[in-house]
């Protein structure tokens, strides 16, 4: 068994972006209890993910310490790490048991953990640690980029919300400005597609290796998948009247499986595909504050009946 540990930064959001990734599990707290970590490079609300050794209730503490067999456990130069639980002498308890105890305090070949979760104790031995470099790749240090941009783990949130995994199939972001969302797909090994009406955005997406062309999203004839944050904010300025209606309306022709969409706070969005979406559902909704005056709504869109 694994456990990921999940960012509390946005806990609904990191939640759901585990199961997209990962399939359903036990949550406790903010750990997600799975049986694999198949795909775990690719998560960005996660901080570190363990195997679990074993676990026992807290109460059981001296008796687990001293029947276990640490020298099947550590193996390696190690370091010893405790989450919402006190040391409290298991160190040296563990280190008199080795055989030949190799502590390493700045190198540590192998990092073992205690989590206390309630009244329950897991001893876990680190497996990843998320350093995908998303800071790298902030709004403001990429080329042409507005201050609204989408920052990196949170594009990448939803190209891993959108559910697909298989490499022969298209995320298509028809609103792709800078190509922020459609870098993350493809550092996810994706292929994707972005279109903009703004030639010169598109140029820019183009200058970073990514597929995109000038194209008008009504103009569209079909998608399977589509992920994409739509104009907002001082974006908005000139959008046409039912600019948001119209979209649903679209996309309700053109949508065969699913969809990962960002619209303002201020957009009922339910009530819009309520009236005009046919056969289309809102399959989740996650709130993120950006600011007092800028909340975006994530939106997960699904054509009903629709095969994944």
């Known amino acids: 068994m694994y456990v990921v540990e999940l960012s509390k930064e946005n806990l609904t959001l990191s939640v759901a972006e585990a199961i997209s990734l990962f399939g359903n599990g036990n949550l406790i707290d903010n750990y997600f209890f799975i049986k694999d970590i198949k795909n775990i490079q690719r998560i960005s609300y996660a901080k570190r993910a363990f ?23 550590i193996k390696k130069e190690y370091k010893m790490f405790y989450i919402n639980i006190d040391d409290d002498g298991i160190s040296d308890r563990i280190w008199k048991m080795l055989e030949e105890p190799k502590v390493n305090i700045k190198e540590p070949k192998q990092q073992v953990y205690f989590i206390r979760l309630g009244s329950s104790v897991f001893c876990c031995e680190k497996a990843w640690e998320n350093d995908d470099g998303f800071s790298d790749r ?45 870098i993350e797909a493809k550092l996810c090994g994706l292929k994707c597609k972005g279109y903009d009406l703004s030639s010169e955005m598109v140029a820019i997406t183009k200058d ?101």
């Open 208 to 308: 970073q290796g990514i597929d995109a062309s000038v194209k008008d999203f009504f103009d569209l004839k079909e998608a399977n998948y589509i992920v994409t944050e739509l104009p907002f904010g001082k974006n908005t300025k000139n959008l046409p009247d039912n600019f948001y209606k119209n979209v649903i309306i679209h996309l309700g022709r053109i949508l065969r499986r699913k969809a990962i969409v960002v619209f303002p706070g201020n957009i009922n969005v339910k009530s819009l595909l309520n009236n005009y979406g046919g056969s289309l559902v809102l399959s989740d909704l996650h709130k993120y504050y950006v600011h007092k005056s800028m909340t975006r709504q994530i939106c997960v869109i699904q054509r009903i009946n629709a095969h994944f």
């Open 138 to 182: 902030l709004p403001h240090k990429r080329k042409g980029l507005k201050p609204i941009s989408l920052k990196p783990k949170l594009a990448r949130s939803l190209v891993n919300l959108s559910g697909v995994k298989d490499k022969r199939k298209f995320i298509i972001d028809p609103f792709c400005g800078t190509g922020g969302i459609l």
């Open 51 to 73: 195997i679990v050794l074993l676990s026992f209730n807290i109460v059981d503490m001296d008796k687990v310490l001293s029947k276990i067999n640490w020298n099947s456990i």
